[in-house]
């Protein structure tokens, strides 16, 4: 179950990083506008940010013996001023 979660975890950062990718794209083809790709981009960081703090907790939970599922996802206030 635990490396499930973990995958759909990883799955979704795919997707988002996947959506990165297509906002750069629409840009450059002038389908949307530099504003349109920035906001986007903006909400797309918080949630991989948050996506990435979710999957270091569960796998932090699980390396000190602690049950994965009780990792919970953080504001993106608090995650964003992680650095790596």
Known sequence: MEQEQDR???????EMVEDEH??????A???IDGDTERQRLAEL??????CWDLLRQRRAK???G???DE???RPSSQVEGYRT
């Open 8 to 14: 759909r975890i990883l799955s979704r950062i795919s």
């Open 22 to 27: 297509r906002l750069r794209s629409d840009l």
């Open 29 to 31: 083809a002038g389908r």
């Open 45 to 50: 960081e918080r949630a991989l940010d948050q």
């Open 62 to 64: 699980s390396e000190y």
């Open 66 to 68: 602690e049950d994965p």
């Open 71 to 73: 990792a919970r996802v």
